[in-house]
């Protein structure tokens, strides 16, 4: 097992309880590891919630971490994965003056060679939403700073795995 620290991408399936999203986050307070990147949300089995967690550990300190999150009476499962295992995005969004839109002609290119898109446009501002890997989204916002943001905000990770997650079939069999 490798003692070299990693980029881990964390998926949590649960029952949706309050509290809970609390006690995942103090297993790696605990242990003073910073998230990452923290998204919840349903999962593809109905009744069942999916926390997506990013974290830069070592292989050791996630087995270990795996471990503390499925004493969690509320987890079904808990899965850790390396970044070539996953295919992920995450999203942004920015919101900028509208007079740069018209006055400086590179932001229209910005936008159009990031695939980013011009949402809502008014008087005031306008907002640019963007998805992508977390590279993609890295070099817009260095892009765009250079004109002044007046807002950017960003989502969590969200990822599939590229192989068959057993969680439906290991739910199946449980309910049986």
Do not use: W
């Amino acid at each position: 097992m490798s003692t070299e620290t990693k980029q881990y991408t964390v998926s949590i399936y649960t029952e949706n309880n309050i509290g809970l999203l609390n006690r995942i986050s103090a297993i790696f307070q605990r242990r003073h590891m910073n998230i990452e990147s923290l998204n919840t949300s349903p999962s593809e089995i109905e009744g069942v919630s999916r926390f997506t967690i990013v974290v830069n550990i070592t292989e050791s300190q996630m087995k270990k971490i795996q471990g503390q999150i499925e004493k969690q009476v509320e987890v079904i499962k808990a899965y850790y994965h390396t970044e070539d295992e996953i295919i992920y995005q995450e999203s942004c969004i920015f919101k900028m003056r509208s007079n740069l839109l018209f006055d400086e002609r590179q932001i229209q290119n910005i936008i159009k060679e990031s695939n980013a898109r011009i949402v809502t446009v008014n008087r005031d501002f306008f907002v640019i939403e963007k998805s992508g890997r977390k590279e993609e989204i890295d070099l817009l916002h260095r892009e765009l700073s250079v004109f002044g943001i007046m807002q950017f905000t960003r989502s969590g990770r969200i990822a599939v795995t590229k192989d068959e997650m057993k969680i439906s079939t290991m739910l199946t069999a449980l309910q049986h």
